[in-house]
Structure formats: structure tokens, C-alpha cells
């Protein structure tokens, strides 16, 4: 499973990726507001940071405005992805944009039919959203194992990036699935490192080296 950061920070990009363990990032329209600057220079700082495919978002509601937005978008950097919402108009920009090329990642993706159709429309991703599925008590992962199975079924070769991913519990069972990706939060991919017996564990040796240092 490839990990992708969720974020537009560049200062937690750049520390994230000097731990060896970023293949990839996405943004959308609330991450970029949280930072400062030209969306465009963002974008393109995070594709030099990051050297994998990198989610930025189309805001326009029709096709038209879509594919012209993602053009631009795609000229800032070869590993710029676009992401689309999953609409009619949507899937539309997805088709038109997939044959010059562009690769597409469709999101908020909520039902395994839309997955289905996104793949047919040529979508090189999908990202079901899971943390806001289960906010309204339904199981997101449920929609992950579906999709899965789906896209086996039928030989798709589009990815499936789970997102909105809340806690270290959502990676897990990600991983366990077979999901090609998990785009995470920086808050919780720091939690995926800590174990409190790792701590311990160092303290304890740390502590025994001293008696070895003294002989
Ligand atoms: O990758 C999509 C993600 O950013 C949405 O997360 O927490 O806003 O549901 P969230």
C-alpha cells in the first residue's frame, strides 16, 4: 500500500518526506485555504518535495470549466493529478481529459457505483471518503472492501486512494483489504510510528548501557 500525505503544508511535507515513507500527496480546496500563498506555487513545491503524484483539486461545476482548470493545472508539474468531483459533469471532464492523458483522480466518492463509474470514465484514482461516511454512522471501510472487489472483478487498473482517514485504525484495515493507497493526515501518520513498549523499550536499554559504560 502506497502512502500519501493529506495535507498542502510544505513545512510537515518536507519533514514527512524525510522519513523515506511518501510516495505521493493530495490536496483539495480546504487544505490549500489553510496555506498561505499562490495555490499554484504550493502545488508546485509539493510536486518537487514530493516527486509522486500530487491531487490538485478543479473548482469549476461544469465539464468545460473542469478541463480547462486541469489543463492549466497539469502545465505546473508532470506529477500533478487532477481531482474531480464525483458529478455528471464530472465524469464528463474525467473521459475528455483521460484520452489527452491527464490523470484523474475522482473524489468524494461515497457508493461503490460511483467508483464504478468514475473507473469506466477513465479515472486513474478514486478516493472514497471513510472518516465522513462514518460520521454519519455508516461503515466507510465497508465502501473500500466493495470497491476492491468490484475493480477485481472487472480487471481495473484505477487505484483506490482511501481518504478522509481519521485514525491509525482506518490504515490498518486499509492495508488488510489490499488498498492500493492511503492518503493520511500528518497527524495521524506520526501516530502510526509511536508504540508506548517502543519507548519503554529505549528507556530500558538506554538504562542498561550505563552499567555497561561503567566497567
Ligand atoms: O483526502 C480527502 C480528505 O482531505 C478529506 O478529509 O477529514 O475533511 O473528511 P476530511
Same mark, same amino acid.
Given at each position: 500500500?502506497?502512502?500519501?500525505?493529506?495535507?498542502?503544508?510544505?513545512?510537515?511535507?518536507?519533514?514527512?518526506?524525510?522519513?523515506?515513507?511518501?510516495?505521493?500527496?493530495?490536496?483539495?480546496?480546504?487544505?490549500?485555504?489553510?496555506?498561505?500563498?499562490?495555490?499554484?506555487?504550493i502545488?508546485?513545491k509539493?510536486?518537487?518535495?514530493?516527486k509522486?503524484?500530487?491531487?490538485?483539486?478543479?473548482?469549476?461545476?461544469?465539464?468545460?470549466?473542469?478541463?480547462?482548470?486541469?489543463?492549466?493545472?497539469?502545465?505546473?508539474?508532470?506529477?500533478?493529478?487532477?481531482? &474531480? /468531483?464525483?458529478? $455528471?459533469?464530472?465524469?464528463?471532464?474525467?473521459?475528455? %481529459?483521460?484520452?489527452? !492523458? +491527464?490523470?484523474c483522480?475522482?473524489?468524494?466518492?461515497?457508493?461503490?457505483?460511483?467508483?464504478?463509474?468514475?473507473?469506466?470514465?477513465?479515472?486513474?484514482?478514486?478516493?472514497?471518503?471513510?472518516?465522513?461516511?462514518?460520521?454519519?454512522?455508516?461503515?466507510?471501510m465497508?465502501?473500500?472492501?466493495?470497491?476492491?472487489?468490484?475493480?477485481?472483478?472487472?480487471?481495473?487498473?484505477?487505484?483506490?486512494?482511501?481518504?478522509?482517514?481519521?485514525?491509525?485504525?482506518?490504515?490498518?484495515?486499509?492495508?488488510?483489504?489490499?488498498?492500493?493507497?492511503?492518503? &493520511? /493526515?500528518?497527524? $495521524?501518520?506520526?501516530?502510526?510510528?509511536?508504540?508506548? %513498549?517502543?519507548?519503554? !523499550? +529505549?528507556?530500558?536499554?538506554?538504562?542498561?548501557?550505563?552499567?555497561?559504560?561503567?566497567?
Amino acid at each position: 500500500m502506497k502512502i500519501f500525505v493529506d495535507t498542502a503544508n510544505i513545512k510537515e511535507i518536507e519533514e514527512l518526506v524525510s522519513w523515506g515513507i511518501i510516495e505521493g500527496a493530495t490536496t483539495n480546496p480546504t487544505l490549500i485555504s489553510r496555506e498561505e500563498g499562490d495555490p499554484k506555487d504550493i502545488i508546485k513545491k509539493i510536486c518537487e518535495l514530493v516527486k509522486g503524484p500530487v491531487s490538485a483539486e478543479v473548482v469549476s461545476q461544469d465539464a468545460e470549466g473542469m478541463i480547462k482548470e486541469a489543463r492549466e493545472l497539469a502545465k505546473i508539474d508532470e506529477h500533478v493529478v487532477i481531482k &474531480i /468531483p464525483m458529478t $455528471v459533469e464530472g465524469l464528463k471532464a474525467i473521459k475528455v %481529459l483521460s484520452q489527452e !492523458g +491527464i490523470k484523474c483522480n475522482t473524489t468524494l466518492v461515497f457508493t461503490p457505483m460511483q467508483a464504478l463509474l468514475a473507473a469506466k470514465a477513465g479515472a486513474r484514482y478514486v478516493s472514497p471518503f471513510v472518516g465522513r461516511l462514518d460520521d454519519i454512522s455508516s461503515y466507510g471501510m465497508r465502501l473500500i472492501e466493495d470497491i476492491l472487489t468490484i475493480f477485481d472483478n472487472y480487471g481495473f487498473n484505477t487505484e483506490v486512494i482511501v481518504a478522509s482517514i481519521r485514525h491509525p485504525m482506518h490504515v490498518l484495515e486499509a492495508a488488510l483489504m489490499g488498498a492500493h493507497i492511503a492518503t &493520511i /493526515p500528518p497527524k $495521524v501518520i506520526r501516530q502510526l510510528v509511536n508504540h508506548p %513498549l517502543t519507548d519503554i !523499550g +529505549i528507556e530500558r536499554f538506554l538504562k542498561d548501557w550505563e552499567k555497561v559504560k561503567k566497567r
